[in-house]
């Protein structure tokens, strides 16, 4: 079955270590999103990338960082820069970023504790 | 103003009840436009596209409006399965990139 995969489900991590949150696709999907979600709040976009080897900054994308070597992967580390960590991680894909009516396909999420 | 804005809630409905959620989005180019459905600390997922024509999934219902730039989603007949957070979706300035409100919540009881 095709799908996103997002590992691991829970993470804990002490103040001040870097993290990589780990996003794989087949889905063949061009364009990667990553989100944070707080307790009773919205999605928040971080990063996406429409293309290998490119990626933008979304709203919040201090303390944070990307890479897209690969089509399939979208590996997301938040750096001890990031002062309020702790949260609910989505990565999202979708095919054909420039396409206005392709909906964006969710893995199901890492949640980050920083103590 | 927020790029999306939605009412909160809750919705307390009864079984059986039509509801209606509105969104409201601030960029008039926005193009491309969803409801998705999140349940308690699940991922998102997709419920509908919206179509400027509108378009309907056997009790989901949504419409675009442009001149007032807002979406609607109509729930006909609710169960108490569609309980859950319905988040709206628009694109920014570009097709890429893609902003949700923060969703409202809707309980359906007995």
């Known amino acids: 079955d095709g799908g996103i995969t997002q590992s691991p489900k829970y993470l804990f991590r002490k103040e001040g270590q870097n993290v990589t949150l780990s996003c794989e696709q087949n889905l063949n999907h061009d364009a990667m999103y990553w989100y944070r979600q707080d307790p009773g709040q919205g999605l928040r976009l971080i990063y996406y990338?429409?293309?290998?080897?490119?990626?933008q900054k979304g709203d919040i994308a201090e303390g944070y960082s990307v890479s897209r070597e690969k089509k399939e992967s979208f590996p997301l580390t938040v750096t001890s820069a990031q002062k309020n960590p702790t949260a609910f991680y989505l990565c999202?894909?979708?095919?054909?970023?420039?396409?206005?009516?392709?909906?964006?396909?969710f893995g199901n999420g890492t949640r980050l504790t920083v103590t | 103003r927020k790029e999306v804005e939605q009412d909160p809630g809750p919705f307390n409905v009864p079984e059986g009840a039509t509801v209606a959620f509105n969104c409201t989005y601030s960029?008039?180019?926005?193009?491309?436009f969803f409801w998705y459905r999140q349940d308690c600390r699940k991922e998102p997922k997709l419920l509908m596209s919206?179509?400027?024509s509108g378009n309907e999934d056997g009790r989901f219902t949504a419409q675009l409006n442009r001149a007032s730039q807002y979406i609607s989603l109509l729930i006909r007949d609710s169960k108490l399965s569609d309980s859950a957070t319905y988040l709206c979706v628009a694109n920014g300035g570009t097709a890429s990139k893609l902003t949700f409100g923060t969703g409202t919540r809707l309980q359906v009881t007995l």
């Open positions: 999202a894909s979708r095919t054909g970023s420039r396409s206005y009516n392709s909906p964006l396909h």
């Open positions: 960029n008039s180019a926005s193009q491309s």
């Open positions: 919206v179509y400027s």
């Open positions: 990338s429409q293309i290998v080897n490119d990626f």
